[in-house]
């Protein structure tokens, strides 16, 4: 494998918004090529510790060879974060980030089929270890559930004219194939972005189960963070932006109960504080050096 150096998108932001301090303790719970692992080892310097997790095996060989010896690399899906900073010994932590998607390497190099730019089998599995393919969902579902995952994963609005010409052309082995045919399902509507972008980003969210995944760890990070500690997440589509921007919503309220309750019974008291009161985006200059950041969004909150 080539290695890929991934630029770190809104990296100055990033360790300003966790507050990175020397000494700290910090988690990377998407470390990709490390490129943001590294900028919060360099600014936590001296004897800060950094705990980074990723599902991807060949993410997390990069990052060793980019990182210095003595932080903690795991294998393994944020889903399981609390657990992982349990085994680990590592809570609590003065910053959790996420940094959403795939990386550059992933897109470019993996051969797993993430873009429609390179010709590889239908894949897309971050981890050898998930057992659905892109190419299972695209050859076995049937047209109605496949219509509904390409409009709500895809946000798709020709979504089931696609499942429509996939269900007849089918077995599709390979991102061309796909792409092909999306483009010819919606020939009348070109605009802008490719015609395809949509149907790969929903397979992927769909193998991949990345908002349900997104949901689960956003839950464990109040529990891990120190007061004051900070969380981070970048996100880089609207699907994935919402989940982030409702639990820091709920979690920096008080109480949850329905309108018109006069007394509360839920109980609820704000666990974080709201740091970003609109997102942080790249700006004009970074875009230009790294046009792969041009979607993402930064939202921070604090531990109260
Ligand atoms: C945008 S890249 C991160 C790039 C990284 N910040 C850097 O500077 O190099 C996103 C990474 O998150 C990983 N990832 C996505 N979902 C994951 C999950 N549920 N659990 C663990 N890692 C995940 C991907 O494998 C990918 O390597």
Excluded: W
Excluded at 80 to 90: R, T
Excluded at 284 to 300: K, V
């Amino acid at each position: 494998m080539v290695a890929v150096v991934h630029t770190p998108v809104l990296g100055e932001e990033v360790v300003q918004y966790l507050r990175v301090i020397p000494g700290g303790r910090y988690i990377d719970c998407t470390l990709g090529s490390g490129g943001h692992a590294l900028s919060i080892l360099r600014r936590s310097s001296p004897g800060g510790q950094l705990l980074g997790i990723d599902a991807d095996p060949e993410a997390i060989e990069l990052a060793r060879a980019a990182l210095p010896g003595g932080v903690t690399l795991v294998n393994a899906n944020f889903a399981q974060l609390e657990i992982i900073a349990s085994i680990h010994d590592f809570k609590p932590v003065d910053g959790i980030l996420f940094d959403l998607g795939l990386s550059s390497m992933q897109l470019s190099e993996s051969g797993r089929g993430f873009s429609f730019s390179h010709d590889a089998p239908l894949d897309m599995r971050f981890s050898p270890d998930q057992k659905l393919t892109a190419a299972d969902i695209v050859n076995t579902y049937s047209e109605s559930d496949l219509a509904r995952l390409l409009f709500q994963y895809g946000e798709e609005p020709s979504s089931r004219r696609i499942a429509r010409l996939i269900v007849r052309r089918r077995p599709i082995q390979t991102t061309q194939q796909l792409a092909n045919l999306v483009r010819e399902a919606v020939a009348r509507r070109l605009g802008r972005i490719h015609p395809a972008t949509r149907t790969f980003q929903a397979l992927r969210i769909a193998v991949n189960q990345e908002l349900d995944n997104l949901s689960a760890a956003l839950r464990q990070t109040v529990g891990l963070l120190r007061t004051g500690g900070r969380l981070v997440v970048i996100s880089y589509h609207s699907l994935e932006d919402r989940p982030v921007k409702q639990f820091l919503a709920q979690e920096s309220r008080g109480c949850l109960c329905p309108p018109g309750r006069v007394v509360c019974v839920c109980g609820h008291s704000p666990t974080l504080k709201l740091i970003t009161k609109k997102v942080v985006r790249p700006s004009e200059a970074e875009i230009a050096r790294n046009p792969r950041g041009r979607s993402a969004r930064l939202r921070a909150a604090e531990r109260i």
